[in-house]
């Protein structure tokens, strides 16, 4: 079956950094999309992995490891604009068909 | 990024009519767009595959009668919620996707919240 994890929810304060976890279990794969999404609108895409490592963008990082099923997102030098949540998207065929979890909601606080 | 537009952005309709949701991708031709759908407090859940000139592709559990997917060129496919009902009622999200040499990514359109009431 088709299993995407991500923790529900994480606090973290301004000027921080937050490290948003996703492991998967996908009968295909074909890389690993992070998304955020606002209340009330669509996501935004952040990054695409599909070999391993890490890639930065600005403040953003993402990580990926194909072995063990897992990718990461970090957040650095955290703004109160970051609060949203934050999708784990595993590309499960070669359509670009995408397979999400359950989203991470991030909260920033002063 | 691209831009990906759908219209209307909200509708509120009567139990039993139809109601067509429109997704275009603007600066860009994309041969695949998704249709997704997301309830409250939950995240997306695909839909169907639209491929431009072919029948979509439908998830398993989703109505290929009731959700009617038309992908007519390559920057436009809609979506029919047939004989919508309550239950029905959700956001409904399209994304394209973008593929190139080194490119790959999808771009979501703004989305169409229904209301069926």
């Known amino acids: 079956g088709q299993n995407i994890d991500q923790p529900t929810e994480m606090t973290a304060t301004e000027g921080a950094i937050v490290q948003i976890n996703c492991t998967y279990q996908t009968s295909g794969f074909n890389g690993l999309f992070w998304y955020q999404q606002h209340a009330g609108e669509a996501p935004t895409f952040l990054s695409y992995n599909v070999l391993d490592g890490l890639e930065e963008k600005g403040r953003f990082s993402s990580f990926l490891s194909r072995s063990k099923g897992y990718s990461y997102l970090l957040l650095k030098e955290l703004q109160m604009k970051d609060s949203a949540s934050y999708l784990c998207?595993?590309?499960?065929?070669?359509?670009?068909?995408?397979?999400f979890g359950a989203g991470t909601q991030v909260v920033v606080t002063p | 990024g691209a831009v990906v537009s759908q219209h209307p952005s909200r509708v509120i309709c009567k139990s039993g009519t139809s109601v067509k949701i429109e997704c275009r991708s603007l600066?860009?031709?994309?041969?695949?767009m998704f249709w997704y759908r997301q309830f409250p407090k939950q995240s997306l859940m695909l839909m169907a595959t639209?491929?431009?000139?072919?029948?979509?592709?439908?998830e398993q559990g989703v109505e290929k009668d009731k959700f009617l997917i038309n992908h007519a060129s390559l920057t436009l496919s809609t979506l029919t919620v047939t004989s919508a009902h309550p239950e029905d009622s959700s956001f409904y999200i399209c994304?394209?996707?973008?593929?190139?040499?080194?490119?790959?990514?999808?771009?979501f359109g703004p989305g169409t919240r229904l209301l069926v009431l």
């Open positions: 600066d860009f031709q994309a041969t695949t």
């Open positions: 994304s394209a996707r973008l593929a190139g040499h080194t490119v790959e990514t999808q771009y």
């Open positions: 998207a595993a590309r499960t065929d070669s359509w670009g068909k995408l397979q």
């Open positions: 639209s491929n431009e000139g072919s029948k979509a592709t439908y």
